[in-house]
């Protein structure tokens, strides 16, 4: 396992000197209700400062924080004169990238992700050296599980992207485990590549996604459960998620978010 090493210092730095990629981040910010954590920042400050490495000429970039640097970052587009600099834990320069993946995944607690953000996950795990027993452990899960999230890492960026609709609770392709176990023996066997793929690949994806897309119809127990929930949340997206999903609204990717 990879050892997460110890900050340099923390220290105020200026936000315009902050990058943020939000491609790194295994959360996806879409889902979590950055309004409320705005007018809490905007309000109170912020209290938790941001975790950064040092990438030289003054230059920091975000290692965990991203939704209160999404904050700041909107409440400065109103009022450019509030904060001009920020509190932040800073990791020197001579971090590797094996160990800047380590910090996020250790403020992400991927044991509470959701089952594309776990994906997200997995992928950065994946390229920092993580061995499948190691990233099945740290989910919670068997090395099957690891091992299919390895092939969907290597498919196509538009399979990711059908899975991203579906987290969102947007309307998706019914893609399979099966099938994405299927679709990428198929490409390697026809000489496709994740960046290019096969011909037989793009007309297989294409029989399989304009397949008429089946609807999940939750039990009244579910349904149940997901007032319940409402009821305890205060986060307007979840409830939105959840009250398409009660709806019996169409999902995608099936077996994925079921699988051990």
């Known amino acids: ?41 905007s309000q109170t ?8 490495v040092d990438r030289g000429d003054k230059k920091y ?13 909107n409440i400065r587009t109103k ?10 834990v800073i990791y020197g320069r001579e971090t590797t990238d094996a160990e800047c993946t380590a910090i996020m995944l250790d403020h992400a607690n991927v044991k509470s992700l959701g089952d594309f953000e776990m994906y997200l996950s997995v992928k950065k795990m994946l390229a920092a050296g993580y061995t499948e027993d190691e990233i099945g452990a ?14 969907l890492a290597r498919q196509p ?7 991203r609709k579906k987290a969102l609770g947007e309307k998706c392709a019914n893609v399979t485990t099966k099938d994405i176990r299927a679709l990428d023996t198929l490409n390697t ?35 149940k459960a997901i007032l319940e929930q409402i009821q305890r949340t205060k986060n307007s997206e979840k409830i939105r998620q959840a009250l ?12 994925l978010d079921t699988k051990d």
């Open 138 to 151: 740290a989910h919670g899960k068997s090395r099957g599980w690891a091992q299919d999230r390895r092939i």
């Open 189 to 223: 066997s026809t000489g496709g590549t994740s960046a290019s793929p096969s011909k037989e690949y793009i007309d297989a994806w294409g029989k399989i996604t304009s397949a008429e897309t089946k609807v999940k119809e939750p039990t009244s127990r579910t349904r």
């Open 45 to 52: 400050g912020l209290r938790n400062p941001l975790v950064v």
């Open 79 to 88: 009022t450019p004169d509030r904060f001009v600099e920020i509190p932040a």
């Open 1 to 41: 396992m990879i050892t997460i090493p110890t900050p340099v210092k923390t220290a105020n730095i200026r936000f315009e000197n902050v990058i943020v990629d939000y491609s790194k981040n295994v959360r996806l910010v879409e889902k979590y209700d950055v309004e409320k954590l705005q007018e809490d920042i």
């Open 244 to 255: 398409r999903w009660a709806a019996g609204e169409e999902v995608g990717i099936t077996d």
């Open 157 to 163: 960026s538009f399979v990711e992207d059908e899975w």
């Open 61 to 73: 970039e975000v290692l965990q924080g991203f939704r209160r640097a999404m904050a700041i970052s």
